[in-house]
């Protein structure tokens, strides 16, 4: 047990750190009292938006833990509850700070490049670190309230399940609730101000800017830090659990928390590194900090390998796993890069399609996105692949808790994104210096990067975690006496993958009209306001900016209800009436055309996205022609691509898991009914 203390203080040490950075941060200058009013007005619309959703999440809540202690035990529907708990914490809590450090970032803008660098990311990284500590904090903490108990070691990481549960419920909401928030309010501010307005991105006399910097927080570090917080507890978990069908010793469940606590301490480390006075230096220090941190986590893996594992059970097999799995991050990092950074071929060919008007290059950027899907595809087989050779069904698990273990670097670069996007809106809203406004924008255009990078990961990480589920699935099969063969000459099994592979699609179709009609609603009541309030255009009257505020967050939490549902009863419905089977094929349906859609959404977005700012920066006629009207419409088709559809399926394909790893005894009694 010595192992689980050890994690759980790492956890807390994490937590403590978080906090350390937070007090940094508050304690920088918030700039001067117009740069503080626009920021109070961002801050109170992410935290009403945010306190509106965890009500409306609470009733789910509620009624689902009734649901799961009634059938499935109390035990469960603890560990449900603490899950969901502690992930609305994780995006609460990293959304908290950003709210607060973009301001202060727009401000140490003023002294250079340097100072905003830092303060920026500082705080980014706390939403990093609260979102691991909370994570270790959360599954050695609970693992301990069941020992103490008396439950048996071995039966408890059947009950983390909840906890994965719980997380992942959140995560849903969170990704799909703030999605349809900031593309809605970006979409609508788009189309109006630039196309029909012609005024710049972020402009003061524009009513729907304020929503749209309330959305970069909502969408990127609420809605990524609960997604990471549930993507790393849950391939934990799914770790333990694959160790214990396969019948190994205590040692090889506690191993993935030991990883886990490992890189947390490298991920503090890493964070101290990222430092810079050059504009073209930025994503070289970013990249910097999560090379320090991959370095020392290996270094440690290798280490807690060798003295945990014993020699009769191939340990080197197992730190070669750890090895692939940091290999799988570096990889996917270099592969999004190189199709959303402006410097490369993908962004450059997309932004030159422009030249001929909106079609040309929304038909490049699909074929962007989808070409996309190719290398990544290809390193994750790899990875399965590689990582079975080294260590079997638990090598792969191995590989994927190793991927995980960078989630707090991951998350920092993040939240770093809406961090800069914002202190760049407050410098242009509150007018300062033309000096200020070209260190935000270089500081703004790495984040447009680093928030593509991560959500690649975030993709490939679900991917894997999905694939150890899906092992998880059928263990709990075979436990309750039902052992299956899930053969593809087996008709329950073709109709069960069709089913799986149909619902990202139906998922997306969703998700993507709910931000058209929000967005539709927004800009509605843009034009309305520029039409009835004389003055907006002339900077002599104020713009009702709490209008779209109020438009985007009641539709962002009428619209998730929806797509939360399709998640959650699909498995239930696919298992009851159709067999553990065709369930079984709904799994690896799901886990293959969501991963797939997914990769070409965020990155054909993103491509999208930084064509319109390649544009924008000089190229091909640049702000205000008619190559820049086509990319901003391109980057609104973009927009609910990467940053609603495309990342509420990561979530969408752990919650389906997650169900099916839940109902599996279950269904395995119905069907020998």
Not at 59 to 81: D, Q, R, T, Y
Not at 131 to 160: D, N, R
Not at 181 to 188: H, Q, R, S
Not at 285 to 310: C, D, R, W
Request: aromatic share 8%; proline share 3%; net charge neutral.
């Amino acid at each position: 047990m010595i192992t689980l203390y050890l994690s759980l203080a790492i956890g807390v040490l994490s937590l403590a750190y978080a906090g350390y950075i937070t007090y940094r941060v508050i304690q920088q200058d918030s700039g001067t009292p117009k740069m503080q009013e626009i920021a109070k007005a961002i801050r109170e619309g992410a935290m009403a938006y945010m306190n509106r959703q965890f009500k409306t999440i609470a009733v789910f809540a509620v009624i689902l833990f009734g649901i799961l202690s009634w059938i499935l035990g109390l035990n469960i529907g603890i560990a449900f509850i603490f899950g969901a708990l502690l992930s609305g914490v994780a995006g609460y809590t990293g959304m908290n700070v950003s709210v607060r450090a973009n301001v202060r970032t727009a401000s140490a803008a003023k002294k250079g490049l340097s100072q905003a660098l830092t303060v920026a990311f500082q705080g980014g990284s706390v939403n990093g670190l609260a979102v691991v500590g909370l994570s270790l904090v959360g599954v050695s903490g609970l693992f301990l309230f069941f020992h103490y108990m008396g439950i048996e070691t071995i039966e408890i990481p059947h009950l983390l399940i909840g906890f994965g549960f719980g997380a992942s419920l959140i995560s849903l909401f969170a990704r799909v609730g703030g999605g349809i928030y900031t593309k809605a309010a970006d979409v609508g501010a788009d189309l109006v101000g630039k196309i029909e307005a012609g005024i710049p991105e972020d402009d003061p006399r524009n009513p729907a800017t304020i929503a749209d910097n309330v959305g970069d927080n909502v969408g990127d570090c609420a809605g990524m830090g609960a997604d990471l917080f549930e993507t790393y507890a849950v391939t934990l978990i799914a770790a333990m659990i694959l160790a214990v069908a396969e019948g190994f010793s205590i040692t090889f469940i506690f191993y993935p928390l030991v990883l886990g606590a490992v890189a947390v301490i490298a991920s503090v480390i890493g964070t101290n590194f990222i430092k810079t006075k050059k504009k073209t230096g930025i994503m070289t220090a970013l990249y910097k900090g999560m090379a320090v941190t991959q370095v020392l986590s290996l270094i440690g893996f290798y280490i807690a390998t060798m003295v945990m594992i014993p020699s009769s059970a191939n340990p080197m097999g197992l730190f070669l796993a750890t090895f692939v799995g940091t290999a799988v991050t570096v990889l996917l990092i270099i592969i999004t890069e190189y199709y959303t950074a402006t410097k490369y071929r993908p962004v450059r060919e997309t932004a030159k399609a422009s030249e001929t008007g909106a079609g040309t290059n929304i038909i490049i950027g699909l074929s962007m996105g989808m070409e996309s899907t190719f290398l990544p595809l290809l390193v994750i087989v790899g990875a399965m692949m590689a990582s079975f050779y080294f260590g079997g069904l638990y090598g792969i698990a191995i590989a994927a808790v190793s991927m995980l273990s960078s989630t707090g670097m991951i998350i920092a670069m993040d939240s770093y994104g809406p961090i800069t996007d914002n202190a760049g809106g407050i410098a242009e809203m509150a007018h300062l210096d033309k000096k200020v406004r070209k260190v935000t924008d270089a500081l703004d255009a790495v984040g447009n990067t680093t928030k593509a990078v991560t959500k690649g990961y975030a993709i490939g990480s679900a991917a894997l975690a999905a694939l150890v589920l899906f092992q998880d699935y059928n263990g709990a099969l075979l436990q309750s006496g039902k052992r299956l063969i899930f053969d593809l000459t087996d008709h329950q099994v073709i109709a069960g993958l069709f089913i799986g592979a149909l619902i990202p699609f139906i998922f997306s179709s969703v998700t993507m009209k709910a931000v058209g009609r929000s967005a539709h609603a927004v800009v509605e009541e843009v034009r309305r306001q520029f039409k009835e309030i004389k003055g907006i255009m002339e900077g002599k009257a104020q713009p009702e900016y709490k209008k779209c505020v109020d438009i985007v967050t009641k539709a962002a939490l009428f619209e998730m209800i929806v797509p939360a549902l399709i998640a959650v009863l699909s498995p239930v419905l696919v298992g009851f009436i159709l067999g553990p089977k065709a369930l079984g094929g709904m799994l690896i349906g799901v886990i293959a055309s969501g991963l797939l859609l997914a990769l070409s959404m965020c990155n054909g977005g993103a491509t999208w996205d930084n064509a319109k700012k390649y544009i924008e920066d000089g190229h091909h006629g640049g702000k205000g022609s008619e190559a820049h009207k086509a990319a901003v419409v391109g980057d609104t088709v973009g927009d609910p691509y990467k940053d609603t559809s495309g990342p509420a399926l990561n979530a969408l394909i752990k919650v389906i898991n997650m169900i099916a790893l839940l109902i599996a005894p279950l269904i395995a009694s119905w069907s020998l009914l």
